[in-house]
């Protein structure tokens, strides 16, 4: 292999490999950020609903669930009420009673966010699980690596026409 077509073989690899990493960095630094804010929002939503829950009773708490998923167990793990479709509707023991718990479960071809914790009800111990759709931040996070790979797709053909050009004339002896 002549020494232009090594030169443009290293630097189109270097290349690649740099923008990929970025793609990377990029899309999964943006995704946590998002999941990051979804989260607070839910937490925040979630002490809300808890307080309307002691303030108010069942009626108000459930009120203020709007369009979330909600689900409230008795200390003894009966249902007491639930907004959740029966297949995505969490166990009791998903929501500790000391702390605040969240994660995202997914069923079927949606993916909840779930915030549960401790509630009092009437004087009474109970446990609650909120839940809300974060299928758009996976649809995001698709979009954004989809385009991503497009802006890298591009740049790599451009700099490869520049690079070949550049290996050839560097390569090129001088007479």
Known sequence: MKL??????????????????VEYVMVSGSFKRAMESEIDHETEQYRFIR??????????????????YGVLYSETGEILFSTFPEELRPESGEADPEALTCR????????????????????TSCRLITGKQVDFLYE???????????????????CALVQAVLAYVIAKPIR
């Not at 966010?113 to 009437?122: K, M, P, Q």
């Not at 497009?150 to 740049?155: D, G, P, T």
């Open 140 to 158: 995001d996070k698709a979009l954004m690596e989809q385009e991503y790979r497009r802006a890298i797709y591009l740049a790599v053909a451009v």
């Open 104 to 123: 995202v479960v997914t069923g079927g071809e949606k993916r909840i966010l779930l915030v549960g914790g401790a509630v009092v009800l009437h004087g």
């Open 51 to 68: 307080l309307a829950f002691y303030l108010g009773g069942k009626e108000s708490g459930m009120e203020q669930l709007g369009d979330r």
């Open 4 to 21: 232009y077509g090594k030169i443009f073989l290293s630097s189109i690899t270097v290349l690649i490999l740099a923008l990929c990493g």
